[in-house]
């Protein structure tokens, strides 16, 4: 039988809502979604979904950019802070990507302007860092770590 979006019966289904984006501030959240992707320079990028029951939030890392050590180097940094600050059993060598769903980590999130696709700036919000969630809920991570390594609000994406 085809398929008639003219009989489509819709009476058992919850409609879905728009899930929030996090606000400007400093959040506890859990990685949702953590997948590996090649970027336009031929690159590695982290992609990461960090969610609590505020809203949720994407973040891409640079795990690898051929043409910028800097950018590289950068992107490692905050990688490493997340697993730092996540309590990743081995933040030296996290294995898979799959290791790193499931971490609950401390995320500052900052404002951002941006050009929409049409020319018109608009507002949102930016993972600015990664930081141990105890400094929200007083209950620190798997691995406290007392390591500031690339942690704090002091870098942007590249």
């Known amino acids: 039988m085809a398929f008639s979006f003219k009989d489509l019966n819709l009476s058992g289904v919850e409609a879905a809502s728009a899930g929030s984006v996090l606000k400007p501030g400093r959040h506890v959240v859990t990685v949702a979604e953590a997948q590996i992707k090649t970027s336009r320079s031929n690159g590695a990028i982290l992609e990461l979904k960090l969610t609590n029951q505020e809203g949720a939030i994407r973040h891409w890392i640079n795990v690898h950019v ?15 802070a997340l697993l730092v600050h996540g309590g990743h059993p081995n933040p030296d060598n996290p294995g898979g990507v799959e290791k790193i769903r499931g971490l609950t980590v401390g995320v500052s999130v900052g404002s951002d302007t941006y050009t929409d696709k049409d020319g018109n700036e608009r507002t949102g919000s930016k993972v600015k860092g990664f930081f141990d969630p105890s400094e929200v809920t007083g209950k620190s991570s798997k691995q406290a770590s007392s390591s500031s390594q690339g942690g704090g609000d002091g870098f942007d994406d590249m």
């Open 66 to 80: 051929p043409n910028s050590e800097q950018a590289t180097r950068i992107g490692r940094e905050q990688l490493k």
